[in-house]
């Protein structure tokens, strides 16, 4: 905005020489200066009232007071609204040309300030760019956030339909758990109203004795040979439960093949829980002594305890009595027998594989180890095995009560060594005095002696390969490729294997001497020969089983 030059003052154009021409915008209709006569200064003219000559001027600052009034606080800090207004009406004019120009220019002053106010350029004539761009920027800010308001109603809308099917779910999901937990409650209530005779183990060591002392036998035998003995007694042909012996005992004949709630049955079970309940009340009356405890001393559950081992010697004498059921038998205590023994041999397998995992870093070392992998140890009896067999424990001198061997055709060279390496060590503790695979703390001193390291034997021998066990692995054994024989491999495409325990592979070649036994050694050797040369057949081992 260009400055307003000062008639009076130092302006622009005073300051440059250049003449002073009144504006077009200050001039006014009714008045013409060149025509004036009297151009004295206002401070000179008679006719100029006081107040004006001690102030009023335009070049006075704002808030100024005339001379010889006092300071309002309606004066006080703002320019006379009096003089300025009464001089800047339209169509009144002053009583000098100064009072015209002066509010003219105090007119035009305020006119312009208000024209900049509004955002228009009166000089230039042109709209305020700055003030365009503002208002564009706002409209486009409108315009995204209109935008994104909607695409919030819009996921807002998607969240109320989500949750109402949440909710609806929620319902189903509740009313679901509802009955599960009713059903849940009925099942705990069936079954708290059944007796499991393991919850009851003093009441089980107090009947089992029992019964073999109604029936008349030996008590001092172990369980199994109990129940055997048991299972041969059988019911009087004069239809009575017990006989009277000559000493005026009674011996009971129950009906083992018959069912629990038999008459005769009936009795036997009455009488067993009668016994004990009553022992168990008299010697609480007469020593203070519990030997049943309080939540097992109840005749409910001593009779449903007393149903539950009758219905054991049940099985076995039914057992006993078909040919079939005498087979089965057997086959149930053969296979719990070498179970046991597999068991046995691969707990200290699993204890010196760990050994083996802390000392050189291989993982999964244990995991390798499965009693269902294990070969099966069977007695050898001198009428029962071929003479090749017989002839091989010899050479082995592990004497005639070892048991042989007979391994798995589908175990591979390297896993079977592992295993061997794995049982000398096991072994060879117990005579080193310590840990075999780590250092140990050796504890204090103790006295000097002389000692004789005892020599470590095998108690069992190996069959000949010839002899080793087609049958697969179980189906839900974990068994991966280096556990595996090659050829087997090829010949079972089917059974799933998994890669890893590297270090496995190779094993045998790195076994050195010492590290086996000299049997296994033998063994091994023989073994891997059988494996490179031998055809894969799905064939059993022609050597009998015995047990």
């Known amino acids: 905005m260009h400055g307003i030059d000062d008639p009076f003052g130092s302006g622009p154009a005073a300051q440059h020489g250049v003449p002073l021409h009144p504006s077009p915008e200050f001039s006014f209709p009714s008045r013409d200066f060149h025509g004036l006569t009297d151009m004295r200064?206002?401070?000179?003219?008679?006719?100029?009232?006081?107040?004006?000559?001690?102030?009023?001027?335009?070049?006075?600052?704002?808030?100024?007071?005339?001379?010889?009034?006092?300071?309002?606080?309606?004066?006080?800090?703002?320019?006379?609204?009096?003089?300025?207004?009464?001089?800047?009406?339209?169509?009144?004019?002053?009583?000098?040309?100064?009072?015209?120009?002066?509010?003219?220019?105090?007119?035009?002053?305020?006119?312009?300030?208000?024209?900049?106010?509004?955002?228009?350029?009166?000089?230039?004539?042109?709209?305020?760019?700055?003030?365009?761009?503002?208002?564009?920027?706002?409209?486009?800010?409108?315009?995204?956030?209109?935008?994104?308001?909607?695409?919030?109603?819009?996921?807002?809308?998607?969240?109320?339909?989500?949750?109402?099917?949440?909710?609806?779910?929620?319902?189903?999901?509740?009313?679901?758990?509802?009955?599960?937990?009713?059903?849940?409650?009925?099942?705990?209530?069936?079954?708290?109203?059944?007796?499991?005779?393991?919850?009851?183990?003093?009441?089980?060591?107090?009947?089992?004795?029992?019964?073999?002392?109604?029936?008349?036998?030996?008590?001092?035998?172990?369980?199994?040979?109990?129940?055997?003995?048991?299972?041969?007694?059988?019911?009087?042909?004069?239809?009575?439960?017990?006989?009277?012996?000559?000493?005026?005992?009674?011996?009971?004949?129950?009906?083992?093949?018959?069912?629990?709630?038999?008459?005769?049955?009936?009795?036997?079970?009455?009488?067993?829980?009668?016994?004990?309940?009553?022992?168990?009340k008299v010697q609480r009356e007469q020593t203070h002594i519990k030997t049943i405890p309080d939540k097992s001393f109840s005749p409910d559950i001593i009779m449903e305890c007393v149903k539950t081992y009758f219905r054991t010697i049940h099985k076995r004498a039914k057992e006993l009595n078909s040919d079939k059921g005498i087979l089965r038998l057997k086959h149930r205590q053969e296979y719990g027998r070498r179970r046991g023994r597999r068991v046995t041999v691969a707990a200290a397998r699993c204890k010196a594989a760990l050994q083996y995992e802390g000392q050189t870093g291989h993982q999964v070392a244990a995991a390798v180890i499965d009693t269902d992998f294990g070969s099966d140890i069977l007695t050898c009896n001198d009428d029962e095995v071929s003479d090749d067999t017989l002839q091989r424990r010899k050479q082995t001198e592990a004497g005639q009560s070892a048991n042989k061997v007979i391994g798995h055709a589908w175990r591979s060279i390297d896993y079977v060594a592992f295993l061997r390496w794995l049982s000398f060590r096991a072994m060879k503790e117990p005579q080193e005095g310590g840990d075999a695979l780590t250092s140990a703390d050796p504890g204090p001193q103790r006295k000097r002696r002389r000692t004789t390291t005892k020599k470590v034997h095998k108690l069992n021998f190996d069959v000949n390969p010839k002899h080793l066990n087609r049958k697969p692995p179980p189906p839900k054994a974990t068994l991966f490729k280096v556990m595996v024989d090659q050829r087997w491999q090829d010949a079972n495409p089917d059974i799933p294997l998994l890669d890893g325990v590297n270090w496995l592979r190779g094993f045998y070649s790195r076994i050195q001497e010492g590290d086996l036994f000299e049997t296994d050694a033998n063994y091994l050797r023989e073994l891997d020969q059988w494996l490179k040369t031998s055809e894969i057949s799905p064939e059993t081992s022609d050597e009998e089983d015995v047990e």
């Not at 004019?93 to 228009?120: K, L």
């Not at 409650?185 to 109203?193: E, G, N, W």
């Not at 499991?196 to 089980?204: A, G, P, Q, S, Y």
């Not at 019911?235 to 005992?249: A, H, I, K, N, Q």
Request: hydrophobic residues 30%; negative net charge.
């Open 41 to 280: 200064s206002p401070r000179d003219s008679p006719s100029l009232p006081q107040d004006y000559l001690e102030g009023s001027q335009l070049n006075q600052p704002l808030g100024y007071t005339p001379h010889g009034q006092p300071c309002t606080n309606s004066t006080r800090g703002h320019t006379p609204f009096l003089l300025l207004n009464a001089s800047s009406r339209l169509g009144e004019r002053g009583e000098t040309p100064m009072d015209d120009y002066q509010s003219t220019i105090y007119s035009t002053s305020r006119s312009r300030s208000a024209s900049f106010q509004m955002g228009v350029n009166y000089e230039s004539g042109t709209p305020n760019q700055g003030l365009h761009a503002t208002v564009a920027q706002l409209t486009a800010s409108i315009k995204v956030l209109t935008e994104a308001n909607n695409a919030l109603e819009i996921q807002l809308t998607s969240l109320k339909d989500e949750s109402a099917s949440l909710a609806a779910r929620l319902d189903t999901t509740e009313k679901i758990v509802t009955e599960l937990r009713d059903k849940l409650v009925d099942m705990q209530k069936s079954t708290s109203s059944k007796t499991t005779v393991n919850e009851h183990v003093v009441l089980k060591s107090i009947i089992q004795p029992l019964f073999c002392q109604l029936c008349g036998i030996d008590c001092d035998a172990n369980k199994k040979n109990r129940i055997a003995a048991l299972a041969t007694v059988r019911p009087l042909g004069t239809g009575e439960v017990f006989e009277v012996s000559g000493d005026g005992t009674q011996l009971w004949h129950p009906n083992w093949l018959g069912k629990v709630d038999d008459e005769l049955n009936a009795k036997f079970i009455r009488e067993v829980a009668h016994c004990v309940y009553n022992n168990e």
